[in-house]
């Protein structure tokens, strides 16, 4: 069994920061692909940022500069780093991993329970 398990959310004020963990668990053979979605009230999920194993980031155009993605891949872990935070960042924030579980042939997608984050203005 896989979980994402994320951690970091809260309420801070326009112009912020706030850092998002995310933690893979279970026996893991390999983690391709480990990225943040969001969802504001009424929005479609859209990606945030996303990095490969080998450390390449991409970014949504509306954080670029903003935030920053980074992985431990011995933990299993993806960050996200959140500065100068705006009220249109607000939403619930969603770990998603690219992986494979040692039960399994095919690498599948996984994605963890979602942490809101509120800025207020």
């Known amino acids: 069994q896989v979980q994402l398990v994320e951690s970091g959310g809260g309420l801070v004020q326009d112009g912020g920061s706030l850092r998002l963990s995310c933690a893979a668990s279970?026996?893991?053979?390999?983690?391709?692909?480990m990225g943040w979605y969001r969802q504001a009230p009424g929005k479609q999920r859209e990606l945030v940022a996303q990095?490969?194993?080998?450390?390449?980031?991409t970014y949504a155009d509306s954080v670029k500069g903003r935030f920053t993605i980074s992985r431990d891949n011995a933990k299993n872990t993806v960050y996200l780093q959140m500065d100068s935070l705006k009220p249109e960042d607000t939403a619930v924030y969603y770990c998603?991993?690219?992986?494979?579980?040692?039960?399994?042939?095919?690498?599948?997608?996984?994605w963890g329970q979602g942490t809101q984050v509120t800025v207020s203005s």
């Open positions: 998603n991993a690219d992986l494979k579980h040692f039960s399994s042939t095919y690498f599948r997608e996984y």
């Open positions: 279970g026996i893991i053979l390999r983690i391709n692909v």
């Open positions: 990095i490969t194993s080998g450390g390449n980031p």
